[in-house]
């Protein structure tokens, strides 16, 4: 038998691995509850960025404000248009896309979003608001926000 290295985990690695733990059932979660609908988080999160805009954005700027990094907004673009949530707006430079919601997507919003803050609510039911909102502070530090 392999001799063993004993190791004394730090607070901080432990808040790491509880950290990766809780969004790892967060992940699976949220995969089960957009994947009712025939869609992704990411799908989603496109569809909430545009829903949050003043005005058409650009691929690449829906992009930037991803959850997920390793999102490819092309295909997610694609699909959503398919579903008729979002549509392709023609541009003076044809490198450039603009992306729009539709009434369709807006209704989609509508229709599915007391469920999203609903298990939101849920999942956060165990801390207070107050804990909640250390909670936020303290993440955002973490994403140097």
């Not at 092309?74 to 949530?85: A, G, M, N, P, Q």
């Not at 209704?107 to 609903?118: M, R």
Request: net charge positive; proline share 3%.
């Amino acid at each position: 038998m392999a001799k063993k290295v004993k190791i004394t985990p730090s607070v901080a690695e432990q808040a790491l691995i509880r950290l990766m733990r809780v969004g790892d059932r967060l992940w699976r979660e949220s995969d089960e509850r957009f994947g009712q609908w025939g869609l992704t988080d990411n799908h989603y999160n496109v569809l909430r960025i545009l829903n949050g805009a003043s005005e058409p954005m650009r691929q690449v700027e829906i992009g930037r404000k991803m959850l997920s990094s390793r999102a490819n907004v092309t295909k997610l673009i694609d699909s959503l248009e398919e579903r008729k949530f979002v549509r392709r707006l023609a541009c003076g430079d044809r490198r450039v896309n603009l992306i729009e919601l539709t009434d369709e997507g807006v209704k989609f919003i509508e229709d599915t979003l007391p469920e999203v803050i609903g298990k939101a609510n849920e999942t956060m039911k165990p801390l207070s608001r107050d804990e909640q909102k250390t909670l936020f502070t303290l993440l955002g530090k973490l994403l140097g926000e």
